[in-house]
């Protein structure tokens, strides 16, 4: 087989690629180790910010998201037993984020790019890459026993952490940054209706705790737990009567809680490989880097990656420029080391670390109290949590 360009991994980031090349009229393959039910069923982030929601429109698979989708225009942050709100658009000119889960995300992509008879290959096993140091890289993968390979001009790596394609990269052309913190998120999914219209973001001294949502009858909770702990000690009754310790009072009276739809342990890391092009192979999304989600950026980094890529692949099939592939990795990561910087704030302000001890615990009180009571600190908070512009 002979295309232009081989898209590793079917989730969001991958898939968005295709949409966004498929409107280009740039041929593309996505080759996928894992089925699609297998695909759809990881339960992630559920913030978009503008970039990635005008990236969707611009890719033509925004209609059920633009019907759909939660406009929030705040959130809040809890902390010392009272809330405070950060409004959004005030803040940033107008600036919004949207409620929409990645598993709605996906499926829409999905849909979209089975419509349009383009090709993905599921369910592909021993994937491996070739010759992304020449003109000419190759793919060889199989399915059902039989080996195939595929010959194209580019490779996108949008196969994630665990992928092949950082990988394949020689470890004397690639340097990885990484920090481990010594927690985890316990996430639980219960078919309720959201304690509140936007997210709350808690400070507590028991841990952290997040309330969120996937829709008007979806919730998504998250606790702060140590990361040794197991879901299987976590029962549904006490999660709801942790995080209920957790929130402000008039938020924990009104609680509404039910039997968990999806219940998992997420641990925090902060990882960024550089560079993130090798010849004519691109690392996009996870591949490339990996953020706390504490700062909602994980998806939409993925989405701004695969939209320089395809901007820049466009530019050289339609304009014969080589400028935006030479300039890919430099774009991408002024935009990733600033993501990184504010998850890495946003989980030094909320969480519980027991090394810092009381001096920590009071370092991050002012900082609070400094952040809701100053226009000039929220406004960064905000420029941030939208997004900042892809550039």
């Given at each position: 087989?002979?295309?232009?360009?081989?898209?590793?991994?079917?989730?969001?980031?991958?898939?968005?690629?295709?949409?966004?090349?498929?409107?280009?009229?740039?041929?593309?393959?996505?080759?996928?180790?894992?089925?699609?039910?297998?695909?759809?069923?990881?339960?992630?982030?559920?913030?978009?910010?503008?970039?990635?929601?005008?990236?969707?429109?611009?890719?033509?698979?925004?209609?059920?998201?633009?019907?759909?989708?939660?406009?929030?225009?705040?959130?809040?942050?809890?902390?010392?037993?009272?809330?405070?709100?950060?409004?959004?658009?005030?803040?940033?000119?107008?600036?919004?984020?949207?409620?929409?889960?990645?598993?709605?995300?996906?499926?829409?992509?999905?849909?979209?790019?089975?419509?349009?008879?383009?090709?993905?290959?599921?369910?592909?096993?021993?994937?491996?890459?070739?010759?992304?140091?020449?003109?000419?890289?190759?793919?060889?993968?199989?399915?059902?026993?039989?080996?195939?390979?595929?010959?194209?001009?580019?490779?996108?790596?949008?196969?994630?952490?665990?992928?092949?394609?950082?990988?394949?990269?020689?470890?004397?052309?690639?340097?990885?940054?990484?920090?481990?913190?010594?927690?985890?998120?316990?996430?639980?999914?219960?078919?309720?209706?959201?304690?509140?219209?936007?997210?709350?973001?808690?400070?507590?001294?028991?841990?952290?705790?997040?309330?969120?949502?996937?829709?008007?009858?979806?919730?998504?909770?998250?606790?702060?737990?140590?990361?040794?702990?197991?879901?299987?000690d976590w029962s549904d009754e006490k999660f709801w009567d942790e995080i209920k310790r957790r929130l402000a009072p008039d938020v924990a009276e009104r609680l509404v809680t039910g039997p968990s739809i999806e219940k998992s342990i997420a641990p925090l890391r902060s990882f960024v490989a550089e560079?993130?092009?090798?010849?004519?192979?691109?690392?996009?999304?996870?591949?490339?880097?990996?953020?706390?989600?504490?700062?909602?950026k994980g998806l939409n980094l993925a989405a701004a990656d695969v939209g320089h890529l395809a901007h820049a692949l466009a530019e050289f099939y339609q304009e014969n420029s080589s400028a935006g592939i030479d300039a890919y990795s430099s774009r991408c990561l002024s935009r990733v080391w600033k993501?990184?910087?504010?998850?890495?704030?946003?989980?030094?302000?909320?969480?519980?670390?027991?090394?810092?001890?009381?001096?920590?615990?009071?370092?991050?009180?002012?900082?609070?109290?400094?952040?809701?009571?100053?226009?000039?600190?929220?406004?960064?908070?905000?420029?941030?949590?939208?997004?900042?512009?892809?550039?």
């Amino acid at each position: 087989m002979r295309t232009q360009v081989v898209i590793i991994g079917a989730g969001p980031a991958g898939l968005l690629l295709g949409a966004l090349l498929a409107r280009a009229g740039i041929d593309a393959v996505i080759i996928e180790r894992h089925r699609a039910d297998h695909v759809l069923a990881r339960i992630r982030a559920d913030m978009l910010e503008e970039v990635t929601t005008n990236l969707l429109k611009e890719a033509g698979v925004a209609e059920r998201l633009q019907r759909e989708g939660m406009p929030h225009d705040g959130i809040e942050l809890s902390f010392g037993g009272t809330r405070h709100r950060i409004d959004l658009p005030r803040l940033t000119g107008g600036k919004r984020v949207t409620i929409y889960g990645q598993t709605e995300v996906t499926r829409d992509l999905m849909d979209a790019r089975a419509a349009a008879g383009l090709v993905t290959v599921y369910g592909a096993a021993q994937v491996a890459i070739a010759d992304f140091d020449r003109e000419r890289p190759r793919v060889r993968y199989s399915t059902d026993g039989k080996s195939h390979q595929v010959e194209c001009d580019f490779i996108a790596g949008c196969d994630g952490f665990h992928g092949v394609c950082r990988p394949s990269v020689p470890v004397r052309l690639i340097k990885t940054y990484e920090k481990v913190y010594p927690f985890g998120w316990l996430g639980l999914l219960s078919r309720t209706r959201p304690v509140a219209d936007e997210l709350i973001y808690c400070n507590h001294t028991r841990g952290f705790a997040l309330c969120s949502m996937r829709s008007t009858t979806l919730s998504r909770y998250y606790l702060q737990c140590p990361i040794d702990d197991r879901v299987e000690d976590w029962s549904d009754e006490k999660f709801w009567d942790e995080i209920k310790r957790r929130l402000a009072p008039d938020v924990a009276e009104r609680l509404v809680t039910g039997p968990s739809i999806e219940k998992s342990i997420a641990p925090l890391r902060s990882f960024v490989a550089e560079p993130m092009r090798f010849g004519r192979l691109f690392l996009a999304g996870d591949a490339a880097h990996i953020v706390p989600p504490t700062g909602a950026k994980g998806l939409n980094l993925a989405a701004a990656d695969v939209g320089h890529l395809a901007h820049a692949l466009a530019e050289f099939y339609q304009e014969n420029s080589s400028a935006g592939i030479d300039a890919y990795s430099s774009r991408c990561l002024s935009r990733v080391w600033k993501a990184e910087r504010f998850s890495w704030w946003m989980t030094s302000l909320l969480h519980r670390f027991q090394d810092a001890g009381e001096f920590g615990q009071k370092m991050q009180l002012a900082e609070l109290e400094y952040l809701v009571s100053s226009v000039a600190a929220q406004t960064a908070l905000a420029e941030n949590y939208v997004g900042l512009p892809l550039q």
